[in-house]
């Protein structure tokens, strides 16, 4: 069997753990029945997560392929296969292949760069894995400057994990904001693409951008202004995928089909796209 055709059979998994990090953003831990990692993976792979009965849906593999004992999914409340998901207790079992997808080129383009990682809300999810890969790595990596920003502090994915292992590493800078002033907030406020502008990058960097395709939007247009190319800029469209494998056409754009050909773009791969992307 090639590794093709395995990443379609489903594995058992069990939910071990479940995190409540934000009021619509639940972290969940999975193992096999045996207790170990279902397969492995690189940063920025997706797997498919199903629930028998109710449905199965794409999700970004969120946890470090260096975490060698389980994976997380960082997973916001947003449909049926997500609300249910949402109510489960540890204990709970559900069925997981894969991993699918182009990951993040961590070993070779990104090799001995400063990296630029820029997220918004549920954004930081693809990216977690990238970020903890190169912190497990540090050596192979330059300066990182991490800039995240969400509705209220309360929606900031991860917090705990940022302020005390992420901003507390060397050569690592945590640029925090949200939309809006709010009590007990003695941060930055104001929208991801201004406070880009604001921090005014000098462009030895490789940017990795994800979040709404708004702030994408917006954020692009003030690298750019910086004078970031887009060869230096790289992005995940994992959103669009369905089955993982290039069958059943929903992510097909063009001659492209995510799933395979992605999730991870540099941006002017993205310019090969119909304007329908």
């Not at 619509?24 to 990692?37: A, L, M, Q």
């Not at 540090?138 to 400057?145: A, C, M, P, S, V």
């Not at 050909?261 to 090969?272: K, M, N, S, T």
Request: some cysteine; glycine content about 10%; proline content about 6%.
């Amino acid at each position: 069997m090639n590794n093709r055709e395995e990443t379609l059979i489903p594995k058992l998994g069990v939910i071990t753990d479940i995190r409540i990090d934000t009021p619509d953003i639940k972290t969940f831990r999975v193992v096999t029945p045996d207790g170990v990692k279902p397969f492995t993976h690189r940063p920025g792979q997706c797997a498919m997560l199903s629930v028998p009965g109710v449905g199965e849906a794409m999700f970004s593999i969120t946890s470090s392929p260096t975490n060698e004992e389980y994976m997380e999914f960082s997973i916001k409340k947003c449909g049926c296969v997500t609300e249910w998901l949402h109510q489960a207790e540890p204990g709970q079992q559900i069925t997981i292949r894969g991993p699918y997808g182009k990951p993040f080129p961590v070993d070779d383009e990104f090799a001995g760069k400063n990296l630029l990682f820029i997220a918004g809300g549920v954004g930081l999810a693809p990216l977690r894995s990238v970020i903890n890969y190169c912190r497990h790595y540090r050596d192979r990596y330059g300066k990182i400057d991490i800039v995240y920003g969400s509705r209220s502090k309360d929606d900031l994915l991860d917090y705990k994990e940022i302020i005390d292992e992420w901003a507390n590493d060397n050569d690592v800078n945590v640029h925090l904001t949200i939309d809006r002033e709010q009590d007990g907030w003695d941060g930055h406020v104001g929208f991801v693409p201004n406070y880009v502008k604001e921090l005014g990058f000098d462009t030895d960097k490789t940017a990795i951008l994800c979040g709404p395709p708004i702030m994408i939007k917006f954020t692009l247009e003030g690298l750019y202004a910086l004078g970031f190319e887009k060869e230096q800029i790289y992005t995940t469209l994992e959103m669009r995928m369905k089955c993982g494998v290039g069958k059943c056409g929903r992510c097909n754009v063009g001659s492209k089909y995510i799933c395979k050909d992605g999730p991870v773009f540099r941006f002017d791969e993205l310019d090969e796209l119909p304007d329908e992307y």
